[in-house]
Nanobody
Framework: QVQLQESGPGLVKPSQTLSLTCSVSGYSIRTGYWHWSWIRQSPGKGLEWLGYIGWNGNTYYNLLTESRTSISRDTTKNQFTLQLSSVTPEDTAVYYC????????????????WGQGTQVVVSS
């Protein structure tokens, strides 16, 4: 069974870099044409896709946050990481990692496995 688990600090100060890691078990992130994604939900808002790293290491980012976003992976640990720089209180959200299928460029039509989500608050 595929399981994803987010980890990272729950509190980040404005202007700093938010860094979260998603640990994956039950499936290798290097195989199978899957796309390992980061998604967030801010208070009172819908889900916002931030980007993904594919099984082959390719990355795609939401154009609205692309300049501040980096997704990388450590295949030896079967983990992938989100870094979001220059954060503001508007980046306060629950952050999820998820596995996506059939992605074409910026579009991922479906997700089958999700982490439980981790709350990140941006505040001084």
């Amino acid at each position: 069974q595929v399981q994803l688990q987010e980890s990272g600090p729950g509190l980040v100060k404005p202007s700093q870099t938010l860094s979260l890691t998603c640990s994956v078990s039950g499936y290798s992130i290097r195989t199978g044409y899957w796309h390992w994604s980061w998604i967030r939900q801010s208070p009172g808002k819908g889900l916002e896709w931030l980007g993904y790293i594919g099984w082959n290491g390719n990355t795609y980012y939401n154009l609205l946050t692309e300049s501040r976003t980096s997704i990388s992976r450590d295949t030896t640990k079967n983990q992938f990481t989100l870094q979001l720089s220059s954060v503001t209180p508007e980046d306060t959200a629950v952050y999820y990692c998820a596995r996506a299928g059939d992605c074409s460029g910026y579009v991922c039509p479906w997700y089958d496995y999700w982490g439980q989500g981790t709350q990140v608050v941006v505040s001084s």
